[in-house]
């Protein structure tokens, strides 16, 4: 099984600045199947990147992903108010199709 | 576009068991694609039931396995998830999803999400 580690657990950070996400995989993944979401308070998580960088549908650019292997990072520019949510990574290269713990971004 | 929505109750006793549908407009589950359930307890993270093909194929997380069940009805273009001996610890909001394209375990788009309490 496949455990996926985020860091930090809470990120602080102002509009306009710049945030980075890490996902940390316990084992390699080799097909890059790393997905990251992002969901706020009372609403269905959102799919922002597949195949650790691929930009889903209407996302924007400020948005990007990276990685390889174990180690991927998510990557927010130029942060607006609605960027401010919890973030998931999540695997889907081998079953079960782990969720990270998540990292709450937060307005400072 | 692709819309899912679930249904069924919101609240169910100690040692019963769960079921949901989650019924699919804008796509046909016979055209392909694999479908999920992934569920929420109340402040914490996500965890992933399982997944089902159009034809029946289906994919168990090893630590529900024993008590899940999840089936696909193509006629009515929904699939559902059956979770028996339920405890508290079921208490959750239960979602449903479209896996990505030939994957079965990357989600979009997701329903609206359905609470479910498992108390007496």
């Known amino acids: 099984e496949i455990v996926l580690t985020q860091s930090p657990g809470t990120l602080s950070l102002s509009p306009g600045e710049s945030a980075a996400l890490s996902c940390r995989a316990s084992?390699?993944?080799?097909?890059?199947?790393l997905a990251w979401y992002q969901q706020k308070p009372g609403q269905a998580p959102r799919l922002l990147i597949y195949?650790?960088?691929s930009r889903a549908t209407g996302v924007p650019d400020r948005f990007s992903g990276s990685g390889s292997g174990t180690d991927f990072t998510l990557t927010v520019t130029r942060l607006e108010p609605e960027d401010f949510a919890v973030y998931y990574c999540?695997?889907?290269?081998?079953?079960?199709?782990?969720f990270g713990q998540g990292t709450k971004l937060e307005i400072k | 576009q692709v819309q899912l929505q679930e249904s069924g109750p919101g609240l169910v006793k100690p040692s019963e068991t769960l079921s949901l549908t989650c019924t699919v407009s804008g796509y046909s589950i016979s055209s392909g694609y694999y479908w999920g359930w992934i569920r929420q307890p109340p402040g914490k993270g996500l965890e992933w039931i399982g997944s089902i093909s159009h034809s029946a194929n289906t994919y168990y997380n090893p630590s529900l396995k024993s008590r899940v069940t999840i089936s696909v009805d193509p006629s009515m273009n929904q699939f559902s998830l059956q979770l028996s001996s339920l405890t508290a610890a079921d208490t959750a909001v239960y979602f449903c999803a479209r896996a990505l394209l030939g994957t079965r375990g990357g989600f979009d788009p997701w329903g609206q999400g359905t609470l479910v309490t498992v108390s007496s």
């Open positions: 999540q695997q889907y290269f081998s079953s079960p199709y782990n």
């Open positions: 084992q390699s993944l080799s097909t890059k199947y």
């Open positions: 195949s650790a960088s």
